[in-house]
């Protein structure tokens, strides 16, 4: 007698029981709870120096905390302070002008200008009285003691002494006078000219120290001291761990049971039984993974949108692309109770 459909008939019969007994015993589905699947994001910022001179030394490695303002490195500022210095100098050079031309003539510019108005005075009249004794002896003597050429001479000079008297007047005239405007005008703006130099070199100066621009932790260290940096190449990662949430999908069918500061709790493989606490703060107003623009009725349902769950990670468990488990309370309450099922 063939035994093999009894045996057959008898595995099957235990296999329906075990169904039938899993189906009565089984407990039904929490319908206050939404359970989702996401994983951890975080914001990061990549720094990198302004400057383009060499690396001097850069202060923390990955993994470190680092504090809002921190120094986290410093370039080669040797050329630079140089250059400061130079443009110091400059502005010291600038600044002596600017005040010579306010100050205006010395008393002792003004009493030299006229001395000089003085001699040319005198020369001017020695010419004359040369050339009236010519022209006397020549109309006593009737031409015959003084020649024509001799009077031309004396009449030049004459001219001569005249033209450099005025030119010495005019000279006089200038340095009581003083600067121009103008002049002052236009050293004034030189000097801010060199100011400004000056404060972009300290600009620079104060740039080739890198800092934390907020609290974070290095994610990676991207250059080392002797590297030729450049506003182009990032020096370190930060990784910024407040805030932190979970990038999940909602189906558009759960769409509507959810909502902004909606409580949940946030379960991790590497801490089971030890929830953390969060609440939904931001929901995608945009499905993807849409896979044409025309929908049927079934790809409708298939449709997802993004929220974030923000994470209240005060032990910091949390880690970057870490896979999480997101239980959200659909009745208003905590759900506590439920992550920690």
């Given at each position: 007698?063939?035994?093999?459909?009894?045996?057959?008939?008898?595995?099957?019969?235990?296999?329906?029981?075990?169904?039938?007994?899993?189906?009565?015993?089984?407990?039904?589905?929490?319908?206050?709870?939404?359970?989702?699947?996401?994983?951890?994001?975080?914001?990061?910022?990549?720094?990198?120096?302004?400057?383009?001179?060499?690396?001097?030394?850069?202060?923390?490695?990955?993994?470190?905390?680092?504090?809002?303002g921190?120094?986290?490195?410093?370039?080669?500022?040797?050329?630079?302070?140089?250059?400061?210095?130079?443009?110091?100098?400059?502005?010291?050079?600038?600044?002596?002008?600017?005040?010579?031309?306010?100050?205006?003539?010395?008393?002792?510019?003004?009493?030299?200008?006229?001395?000089?108005?003085?001699?040319?005075?005198?020369?001017?009249?020695?010419a004359?009285?040369?050339?009236?004794?010519?022209?006397?002896?020549?109309?006593?003597?009737?031409?015959?003691?003084?020649?024509?050429?001799?009077?031309?001479?004396?009449?030049?000079r004459?001219?001569?002494?005249?033209?450099?008297?005025?030119?010495?007047?005019?000279?006089?005239?200038?340095?009581?006078?003083?600067?121009?405007?103008?002049?002052?005008?236009?050293?004034?703006?030189?000097?801010?000219v060199?100011?400004?130099?000056?404060?972009?070199?300290?600009?620079?100066?104060?740039?080739?120290?890198?800092?934390s621009?907020?609290?974070?932790?290095?994610?990676?260290?991207?250059?080392?001291?002797?590297?030729?940096?450049?506003?182009?190449?990032?020096?370190?990662t930060?990784?910024?761990?407040?805030?932190?949430?979970?990038?999940?999908?909602?189906?558009?069918?759960?769409?509507?049971?959810?909502r902004?500061?909606?409580?949940?709790?946030?379960?991790?493989?590497?801490?089971?039984?030890?929830?953390?606490?969060?609440?939904?703060?931001?929901i995608?107003s945009?499905?993807?993974?849409?896979?044409?623009?025309?929908?049927?009725?079934?790809?409708?349902?298939?449709?997802?949108?993004?929220?974030?769950?923000?994470?209240?990670?005060?032990?910091?468990?949390?880690?970057?692309?870490?896979?999480?488990?997101?239980?959200?309370?659909?009745?208003?309450?905590?759900?506590?109770?439920?992550?920690?099922?």
């Amino acid at each position: 007698m063939n035994k093999k459909p009894l045996v057959l008939g008898g595995i099957l019969l235990v296999a329906a029981l075990a169904a039938g007994a899993w189906y009565f015993t089984r407990k039904p589905a929490d319908a206050s709870t939404l359970v989702l699947y996401g994983n951890v994001d975080q914001r990061q910022v990549s720094l990198a120096f302004n400057g383009s001179e060499r690396i001097g030394r850069l202060d923390v490695q990955e993994g470190d905390r680092v504090k809002a303002g921190q120094v986290l490195g410093e370039l080669d500022t040797r050329t630079l302070k140089l250059r400061v210095a130079q443009s110091r100098a400059q502005i010291a050079v600038q600044e002596q002008a600017l005040q010579r031309l306010k100050t205006g003539s010395r008393p002792e510019e003004i009493a030299q200008a006229h001395a000089g108005v003085a001699a040319a005075q005198a020369d001017a009249e020695l010419a004359r009285q040369q050339l009236d004794r010519l022209q006397g002896i020549r109309q006593t003597t009737a031409g015959r003691a003084v020649s024509q050429q001799d009077l031309d001479s004396a009449e030049a000079r004459r001219k001569v002494a005249l033209a450099q008297l005025e030119n010495v007047r005019k000279a006089q005239q200038l340095v009581v006078t003083g600067p121009r405007k103008e002049d002052i005008a236009q050293a004034q703006a030189q000097l801010e000219v060199a100011r400004a130099e000056l404060a972009v070199l300290n600009r620079q100066v104060e740039e080739a120290t890198l800092q934390s621009p907020i609290d974070a932790v290095v994610r990676a260290r991207l250059m080392e001291p002797g590297d030729m940096a450049s506003p182009q190449r990032p020096v370190y990662t930060l990784a910024i761990t407040d805030p932190k949430w979970v990038r999940a999908y909602v189906a558009e069918a759960d769409l509507g049971r959810i909502r902004p500061g909606m409580a949940a709790t946030l379960g991790t493989d590497s801490h089971p039984g030890q929830p953390l606490s969060g609440k939904v703060g931001y929901i995608s107003s945009v499905a993807e993974f849409t896979p044409k623009t025309v929908q049927t009725e079934e790809l409708r349902s298939s449709l997802v949108y993004e929220i974030r769950v923000l994470a209240d990670d005060k032990e910091d468990r949390l880690r970057l692309g870490m896979p999480v488990t997101v239980r959200l309370s659909l009745n208003g309450q905590s759900a506590q109770a439920a992550g920690g099922r």
